[in-house]
């Protein structure tokens, strides 16, 4: 809370109804000076002149940001607080996105101020792997050493979805594209919100569009309702063939739940076997032959 509203609250003066006077005239004290009594005594004066003061009556506007921000990892443990949403423009604003190269579409997420988690993104995380591979595999959004290093599935859980992807001979140096639905780190890891989700979405759909993979997975339940726009189970989810516009999608479970619960490995190698049918499903109606593929065995 700013030092002014803390006297306001502490004089009793503190509901919803203040004066307008109120916030802008009482200039900042620095913590020094807080510390001495007679500068808080001549505060509390500045304070109680002002809300004497005859002045219009108004809603109490939002209290402005304290100077004393504290470091960014300091957010990272905490629920999300921001209820005012800077940086944003109307969801409905028109988009070039979709006419974009990679070189473009790259430089566009780097710089992307759509949202809110701009602002405390270390980096943007917008893909790796073949721009051209048969398959996708896309995950949530960036965690921290994600946000670090600005790659996606860094982690432990990375380690694991490569070593799966290996038992497939698919990997993100040759023959798998990684990206996730969100590209900048949620703070505290929490999940994203919907106007993120849509405001980070055609990003990756265009991403989608310029790699034409055969197959995708989705892993988690996070990214197969973003993709699949639906508020499903992964249970439910699960040993079906989905569709996202116009590419085939197969839904697994996230590497992260995986790293907690190796039970459901058997059932995650189980879905990946599902890509792995629905990718030689989709090379055979295109008339290519077995051998022939770039992906996987
Ligand atoms: N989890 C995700 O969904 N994506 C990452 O890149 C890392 C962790």
């Known amino acids: 809370m700013a030092l002014d509203e803390s006297l306001i609250e502490e004089l009793g003066l503190g509901?919803?109804?203040v004066r307008r006077a109120v916030v802008p005239v009482v200039p900042v004290v620095p913590a020094e000076e807080t510390?001495?009594?007679?500068a808080q005594v001549e505060r509390v004066q500045q304070v109680v002149e002002a809300v004497e003061a005859p002045a219009p009556v108004v809603i109490r506007e939002a209290p402005q940001p304290e100077p004393d921000v504290p470091p960014l990892d300091a957010y990272d443990d905490l629920p999300w607080t921001d209820d005012a949403p800077v940086h944003i423009e109307p969801a409905e604003a028109p988009s070039d996105i979709h006419t974009l190269d990679w070189d473009a579409l790259a430089a566009r997420v780097a710089n992307c101020e759509r949202c809110r988690l701009c602002e405390r993104r270390t980096n943007t995380v917008f893909g790796v792997g073949d721009r051209e591979a048969d398959w996708m595999l896309i995950g949530e959004a960036p965690g921290e050493n994600e946000d670090k290093q600005g790659e996606p599935?860094?982690?432990?859980?990375g380690k694991l979805l490569d070593n799966m992807l290996r038992a497939l001979a698919l990997s993100r140096e040759s023959n798998v594209y990684i990206a996730n639905v969100i590209k900048c780190r949620p703070p505290g890891n929490r999940n994203p919100e919907l106007d993120e989700v849509a405001r980070c979405e055609p990003y990756l759909q265009r991403q989608v569009e310029l790699v034409k993979p055969k197959v995708?997975?989705?892993m988690?339940?996070?990214?197969?309702?973003?993709?699949?726009k639906n508020e499903a189970s992964i249970a439910s989810m699960r040993g079906r063939v989905h569709e996202y516009r116009g590419v085939p999608v197969i839904v697994t479970y996230h590497p992260a739940y995986l790293l907690r619960s190796l039970q459901d490995k058997a059932k995650a190698?189980?879905?990946l076997c599902l890509a792995r049918s629905t990718y030689r499903d989709a090379l055979?109606?295109?008339g290519v032959e077995q051998g022939a593929e770039k992906g996987g065995i």
């Open 35 to 38: 510390r001495q009594p007679t």
């Open 15 to 17: 509901p919803i109804w």
């Open 284 to 286: 055979a109606a295109l």
């Open 216 to 218: 995708i997975v989705a």
């Open 269 to 271: 190698w189980a879905d």
């Open 153 to 157: 599935f860094v982690g432990q859980a």
């Open 220 to 228: 988690g339940r996070f990214a197969a309702q973003s993709l699949l």
